[in-house]
């Protein structure tokens, strides 16, 4: 234990900024109150390459989930506060949230007690203890599935990035971006609504230890529509005045 103290101690390091802004980059919600085991998996998922936010208590978690977007939850069913089987049921009751896939991890690992969370919309379960690589497994299975549901269901409607080069393609479309123009569509389209000002996207595309004027981000955002446009989706690209820039869903 004292090792993957060590090692998460390593973890948190890499993690800058406040709480809020960790938050907000987070694709995955840790929902556990048991610390030792929160920072082990929020160790090997980090190691996968995902990034996390560990909230220990079902109060916090129901904030965390309204304030922000999340790709997976992976869920203890036995939290203080608001029980895990009722925020459970309250994220597949939401229409907001019903598309977020939910892996409960928990130490009731009776037939019974599985079938229950199964059937209250649990999307998989692992009782503990568990092997850390059957998690990051189990995790990589709920995200790919999560996203071939997306594909299957935006009838040829949204704009999707190539994981592996800097592509953005809609339907049979497709298009070429600079790097930075693809890291910067990358980063608005994380949160889509959500307006990021000048020095948020200098932090995040360019890095913090970069100095670069604000208004380069201007300019590549000028670029970006431009290529956007070959898609016929440069308004996606949105200026809120004095704020910043915000990516726009395309409206079917």
């Known amino acids: ?22 938050m907000d980059n987070a694709d995955i919600l840790i929902i556990e109150d048991e610390a030792p085991i929160a920072r082990l ?30 790709k997976l939850l992976v869920l203890d069913r036995m939290l203080p506060g608001t029980s895990g089987m009722k925020i459970l049921r309250w994220v ?13 991890v928990t130490a009731l690992g009776m037939s019974s007690e599985r079938v229950q969370g199964l059937n209250d919309g649990a999307d998989d379960y692992l009782p503990k203890p568990f092997e850390p690589d059957e ?31 800097p592509v953005v393609f809609e339907g049979d479309k ?22 990021r000002d000048r020095e948020y996207l200098l932090d995040h595309v360019w890095g913090r230890d970069v100095f670069v004027e604000a208004r380069t981000v201007d300019v590549t955002v000028k670029r970006l529509r431009k290529a956007m446009k070959e ?18 869903s395309p409206k079917e």
């Open 135 to 165: 998690l990051v497994a189990r995790a990589n299975a709920l995200l790919r599935r999560s996203r071939v549901v997306e594909t299957g269901t935006t009838d040829f409607s949204c704009i999707e990035l190539d994981p592996d080069v």
């Open 41 to 70: 998996i929020a160790l090997h998922l980090h190691a996968a390459g995902y990034s996390t936010y560990i909230c220990e208590d079902g109060d916090a978690a129901l904030a965390a989930l309204r304030d922000s977007d999340w």
């Open 1 to 22: 234990m004292l090792e993957v103290n060590r090692r998460y101690s390593q973890y948190q390091a890499l993690m800058k900024g406040d709480k809020e802004s960790q």
């Open 174 to 195: 497709r298009v070429e971006l600079r790097p930075l123009e693809y890291k910067l569509l990358k980063i608005l389209m994380h949160k889509p609504g959500k307006t």
């Open 92 to 104: 597949k009751s939401s229409s907001a949230h019903v598309h977020i896939p939910v892996l409960m």
């Open 231 to 248: 898609l016929g989706r440069e308004s996606c690209i949105e200026t809120v005045r004095s704020m910043g820039y915000r990516f726009v």
